[in-house]
Structures are given as C-alpha cells and as structure tokens.
C-alpha cells in the first residue's frame, strides 16, 4: 500500500494554512503506517478540536473526531473494547494538555496502549492565537498582548512522570526523525508519547515576529539538541528519545482481572 491509499483525498484541499506543521505530521505518521505496513482497517485514529484534530479526517482509517480535550477517553473506551486495533490519537498543545491534561496523565498512568501525539505548535491555533500551557513566558498572543506569564509545562517531564512507558521528543524539521519515533511509539506496548515542536505562522509565528514557515523551521531546527549533549540554552530543547520502558499494559491487565474474576464464579450476589 502507498503512502497516498491512506489519504482521503475526497476531503482535499486540507483546510490548514500554506506552512502549517499539521501537515508535515500527517505526512511523517502516514510514512510510519506504511514503513510498519498496517492495513487501514487495523487503524483507530480518535481526535479532539483544533486545526490538528483535522487530521483525522484526511486519513482513512477508522476515525473519530470527538469533543475538545476528550480525544484520549474515547479513545480509552474503544481500545478497551477493540484491543487489537492500533489507536493513534494526534493532540494539539491545548487540546492534550489545558482543557485534556487530566485525560492526558490519568492515560499515561494506566500505560493503555495508545499513541499519542502532541503536535506543539504553542498555541491555539484554530481559535485565534491565545496562549497554551506550552507557550512558556514571555510570548506574545492574543490573549497575552503584553507577554505570557504562565509557566510552561514540559511534555516529556509530565508524561514521564505521569508513567508513559515510551515518550519521545522530535520537530517538523526532523520529518525523518519524527516518522522513526512514530513506528517505535506504535510498536510500544503501553502508553507512548511523541511530541512534535511545529509552527504555526499565521498566529504564533506573527505575533512573536518570528518571520513565515521557512524561518519558523530553522528556528526548530537550530533550537533542537540531540538528546544528552550539551545542556540546553535559552530558547534550546533536547529532541530525542527520553522513556523506553516496558511495564504491564492496561488492557492486557484488565483482561486478566476479567479471567481472575471469571475463575472465581464473578462477584458476589448483591455487591
Ligand atoms: C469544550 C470546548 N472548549 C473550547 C473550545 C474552543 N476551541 C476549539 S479548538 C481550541 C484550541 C485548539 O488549540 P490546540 O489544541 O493547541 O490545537 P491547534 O488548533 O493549535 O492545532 C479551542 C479552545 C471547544 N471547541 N470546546
Ligand atoms: S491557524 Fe496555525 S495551526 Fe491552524 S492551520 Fe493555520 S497555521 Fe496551522
């Protein structure tokens, strides 16, 4: 199968902006899928709201584009119901971490094996610039004209702690990179994060005079430091792979409990 079966092309022209991240992702997963050689009806991918929610709907694959911040507990329930499927659920910054946050540590608590990614672009893309917990302080956006004071969170320090068993970090810069974290996040038994820093110029990009999409791309790409060599400057972030880790699987645990529980003739009558 190549890279085009997977695509919707009936939904196309894709509604994001000429430079959008959005799309080098898209492209990236897509490589991943194929390279792994899914079939697309071995695929559930379940999205919340925001220009990177879209995604799923230029891929055909079974798809759900559900509720803001929601996209990780539906996609709970149907790999609970369907864990032979491969569950893959793109996130925006807000979306996986502001209004999803809660969704986002209690999956990674589990270690439920889904993927997830949080495509960075620092903002709220679809709704107009305002600032997300990944902003970080000191950018400008429309809801912080004169500079954001909220600390940022760390993705990679969040999931980890939270207990994702795989948890990679990667930018739209390093598309060949990024679609090699994709296949190994895929492959994980457990809960698997892969970050990706994008651009978003129409908004963030503006409003932080950071120039258009080419620039917005050297700047990740000149930020970026491999993993473990130096420490990161002002402005720097490690790229890399940060958590590999194998520990039992939410599902797999839950099917056990069932057989335990079956074993033993079910609860008892009236608890
Ligand atoms: C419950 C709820 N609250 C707020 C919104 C409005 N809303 C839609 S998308 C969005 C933010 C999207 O930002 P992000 O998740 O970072 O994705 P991006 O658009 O940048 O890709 C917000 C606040 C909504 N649709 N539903
Ligand atoms: S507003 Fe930003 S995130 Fe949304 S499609 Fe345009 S460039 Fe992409």
Same mark, same amino acid.
């Given at each position: 199968?190549?890279? !085009?079966?997977?695509?919707?092309?009936?939904?196309?022209?894709?509604?994001?902006?000429?430079?959008?991240?959005? $799309? &080098?992702?898209? =492209?990236?997963?897509? !490589?991943?899928?194929?390279?792994?050689?899914?079939?697309?009806?071995?695929?559930?991918?379940?999205?919340?709201?925001?220009?990177?929610?879209? &995604?799923?709907?230029?891929?055909?694959?079974?798809?759900?584009?559900?509720?803001? $911040? !929601?996209?990780?507990? @539906?996609a709970t329930g149907v790999k609970l119901a369907r864990p032979?499927l491969?569950t893959? +659920?793109?996130?925006?910054?807000?979306?996986?971490?502001?209004?999803?946050?809660?969704?986002?540590?209690?999956?990674?608590?589990r270690?439920i094996d889904i993927?997830? &990614?949080?495509?960075?672009?620092?903002?709220?893309?679809?709704?107009?610039?305002?600032?997300?917990?990944?902003?970080?302080?000191?950018?400008?956006?429309?809801?912080?004209?004169?500079?954001?004071?909220?600390?940022?969170?760390?993705?990679?320090?969040?999931?980890?702690?939270?207990?994702?068993?795989?948890?990679?970090?990667?930018?739209?810069?390093?598309?060949?990179?990024?679609?090699?974290?994709?296949?190994?996040?895929?492959?994980?038994?457990?809960?698997? +994060?892969?970050?990706?820093?994008?651009?978003?110029?129409?908004?963030?990009?503006?409003?932080?005079?950071? =120039?258009?999409?080419?620039?917005?791309?050297?700047?990740?790409?000149?930020?970026?430091?491999?993993?473990? !060599?130096?420490?990161?400057?002002?402005?720097? @972030?490690?790229?890399?792979?940060?958590?590999?880790?194998?520990?039992?699987?939410y599902c797999a645990e839950y099917r056990?409990?069932e057989?335990?529980?079956?074993?033993? =003739?079910?609860?008892?009558?009236?608890?």
């Amino acid at each position: 199968m190549a890279v !085009r079966d997977y695509l919707r092309t009936r939904f196309m022209p894709h509604l994001w902006c000429p430079g959008c991240g959005h $799309g &080098i992702v898209l =492209g990236s997963l897509l !490589r991943a899928v194929e390279a792994l050689g899914l079939s697309k009806s071995q695929i559930v991918m379940v999205s919340g709201i925001g220009c990177s929610s879209r &995604i799923t709907g230029y891929v055909d694959f079974h798809t759900l584009h559900t509720l803001h $911040g !929601r996209a990780l507990a @539906f996609a709970t329930g149907v790999k609970l119901a369907r864990p032979e499927l491969t569950t893959i +659920v793109p996130m925006g910054d807000g979306d996986a971490l502001a209004i999803g946050g809660n969704h986002f540590i209690h999956a990674a608590r589990r270690n439920i094996d889904i993927t997830a &990614i949080v495509m960075n672009n620092e903002t709220y893309g679809m709704t107009g610039g305002q600032f997300s917990p990944l902003s970080g302080c000191g950018v400008s956006a429309a809801t912080a004209p004169y500079g954001n004071i909220d600390r940022p969170f760390d993705t990679v320090e969040l999931a980890r702690s939270a207990g994702a068993t795989y948890v990679a970090r990667t930018t739209t810069w390093h598309a060949r990179q990024m679609t090699r974290f994709f296949q190994e996040a895929i492959r994980h038994k457990g809960f698997a +994060v892969v970050e990706v820093m994008s651009q978003c110029p129409t908004y963030f990009g503006r409003a932080n005079r950071m =120039g258009d999409a080419v620039e917005m791309l050297k700047y990740l790409k000149e930020h970026a430091l491999p993993l473990g !060599r130096k420490e990161p400057g002002p402005g720097e @972030f490690e790229i890399g792979v940060f958590v590999r880790e194998e520990r039992p699987e939410y599902c797999a645990e839950y099917r056990r409990l069932e057989e335990r529980a079956r074993a033993q =003739g079910g609860p008892a009558e009236g608890s």
